[in-house]
């Protein structure tokens, strides 16, 4: 069985009351009325062929429909979600509005069965989140991240 690998970059911010970071509701009827686990960094997967670097910046772009910010990337490293992707990440010091993202989309039937092809936002909103209060909305296996930001800037 072949891993699945996503790659994405964690956009950090620094304020008076400590780092910010920029996270992704996820998008779709399953998470639409979940808070808890529902963010995440903005990422997507990648084939083998690809560097995961260049993943994580196309995966922005398409997440976001911002460009990149040019900062030095701080490797994150990686972590194993529940479903058992990896995920790889690299925070990047930048400051970007939320109302300026134009998210990507995808298409799945639903509701389930019903034939109808829907389309929904990969990321139906973004927020600027302090580090305590991300730990409690992302993805279980991607607070790693986040204590690995904290780390670096301390």
Known sequence: MTVRRSAGLLLFRRTADGPQVLL??????????????????????YEPDEPAWDAARREFREELGLEPPDGEAIALGEVRQTNGKLVTAWAVEGDLDPAAVVPGTFTMEWPPRSGRLREFPELDRVAW????????VIVTAQAAFLDRLAEHSA
Not at 129 to 136: K, S, T, V
């Open 24 to 45: 992704g509701h996820m998008g779709g009827p399953f998470f639409a009325r979940k808070d808890a686990g529902a963010w995440t960094v903005p990422k997507g997967e």
């Open 129 to 136: 989140f302090g580090l305590e209060r991300a730990r409690a």
